[in-house]
């Protein structure tokens, strides 16, 4: 991890949800992506100390409900479910 990836990453998935319309376009998952910032935040949470760690994870916590909202599952990524359940979501209608 650098300095500021976490930064990054939440700069990054404020960027996708700050887009319009209900589901997240696909271009929000180029790489590096809303996929890839969120398996950062999920790094940082098992390196930071418990009081950072309670933080990032009540933040975390509405970023994943926002992203469950704005995606719908797609049933042909499930293998990738080992990555992170983010991973299985379809991004456009």
Do not use: V
């Not at 949800?17 to 992506?33: I, M, V």
């Not at 999920?42 to 975390?60: F, N, Q, S, V, Y």
């Amino acid at each position: 991890m650098w300095t500021n990836a976490a930064a990054d990453a939440l700069s990054r998935i404020e960027w996708a949800f700050a887009q319009p319309g209900r589901y997240l376009d696909a271009s929000a998952f180029c790489s590096p992506g809303t996929n890839d910032a969120r398996d950062a935040l999920e790094w940082a949470m098992r390196h930071l100390p418990p009081g950072a760690k309670r933080d990032l994870g009540r933040l975390i916590t509405r970023i994943d409900e926002e992203f469950e909202r704005r995606t719908l599952p797609e049933p042909n990524y499930i293998e990738l479910a080992t990555f992170g359940w983010w991973w299985t979501r379809m991004r456009e209608r």
